[in-house]
T-cell receptor, first 113, second 109 residues
């Protein structure tokens, strides 16, 4: 079955450490997205990519970085510059353009040790 | 700007109807609706496009008033499975969807 796989499900970060969240999709979608979800805040866009080797900042990109070297993969790195990284991170993909349904992964919950 | 959803939360008995509203301060090209159950991924419900086209589940009903930049999601004869948090997302022609804070819906048996 096609879908989006996020790993790990739970992740713990130490102070000053960079961590990378994995997102892989086999839906043959061109567009991929990273969202951060905090209680009562909805989904906030971190980065998005409409095509391989290209990506754009969302509304809360500071302290995060991404790469899009392959169509299937869109990893997110939470850097030490992100001072409040504790949140639920969701990856999504869609056919090209923002007027297509987005398919979400099951998320990664990141906590600070 | 983040769209505003109302109400923030609603409790219904099974079989009752509900309306969830979504309002934006900017011109919109599309409105998106998703439902998320606790601890799970959001699930696509519907997209409403400028000009009247809709994509989504046949059993879901929604409206999009382009002039008022508002959308409403109609849940009729609610079932226990409808419980969850409903998010609207708005798109203003820049390939980004901005989601609201969500409306929590709880259905009682």
């Amino acid at each position: 079955d096609g879908g989006i796989t996020q790993s790990p499900k739970y992740l713990f970060r130490k102070e000053g450490q960079n961590v990378t969240l994995s997102c892989e999709q086999n839906l043959n979608h061109d567009a991929m997205y990273w969202y951060r979800q905090d209680p009562g805040q909805g989904l906030r866009l971190i980065y998005y990519s409409q095509i391989v080797n290209d990506f754009q900042k969302g509304d809360i990109a500071e302290g995060y970085s991404v790469s899009r070297e392959k169509k299937e993969s869109f990893p997110l790195t939470v850097t030490s510059a992100q001072k409040n990284p504790t949140a639920f991170y969701l990856c999504a993909s869609s056919m090209t353009g923002a007027r297509q349904p987005q398919h979400f992964g099951d998320g990664t919950r990141l906590s600070i040790l | 700007q983040q769209p505003v959803q109302s109400p923030q939360a609603v409790i219904l008995r099974e079989g009752e109807d509900a309306v969830i509203n979504c309002s934006s301060s900017k011109a919109l090209y599309s409105v998106h609706w998703y439902r998320q159950k606790h601890g799970e991924a959001p699930v696509f419900l519907m997209i409403l496009l400028k000009g009247g086209e809709q994509k989504g589940h046949e059993k879901i009903s929604a409206s999009f008033n382009e002039k008022k930049q508002q959308s409403s999601l109609y849940l009729t004869a609610s079932q226990l499975s409808y419980s969850g948090t409903y998010f609207c997302g708005t798109e203003g022609g820049d390939d980004k969807i901005i989601f609201g804070k969500g409306t929590r819906l709880h259905i009682l048996p």
